[in-house]
């Protein structure tokens, strides 16, 4: 969960740093995983540009950044990929809001080693 400076911080950096679409987009296969030694506002930013690449709407990225723990949001953007959503920006709001289980697709693929 973050506070209202830090929202500040992040709503400046996703306005002056936008990232290419092809890394941003969860659902073009690239997770978002927490880099190693990445810096708090950096990973905060990197969850909100992802999110909103999926659809989320600016006040609903930052009520979640706001609400939920970053770990939360990194596990579920990373999990959209093997979930059927017809609509991803709502699937992912309400994945993160009720911390939805690993999705059957993903178990699946980790216990036959592909």
Do not use: C, F
Not at 41 to 64: F, N
């Amino acid at each position: 969960m973050i506070n209202d400076h830090e929202l500040l911080k992040i709503e400046n950096h996703v306005e002056q740093e936008p990232v290419e679409q092809e890394e941003a987009h969860p659902a073009a296969g690239t997770p978002p995983n927490r880099r190693q030694g990445e810096p708090r506002i950096e990973r905060l930013t990197r969850l909100a540009q992802h999110l909103m690449w999926v659809g989320v709407e600016p006040s609903e990225v930052r009520r979640l950044l706001a609400s939920y723990e970053p770990d939360r949001i990194e596990r579920q953007l990373g999990w959209l990929p093997y979930r059927r959503a017809k609509i991803p920006s709502r699937l992912i709001v309400r994945a993160i809001e009720q911390d939805y289980e690993e999705p059957g697709a993903l178990r699946y693929r980790i216990g036959h080693g592909e």
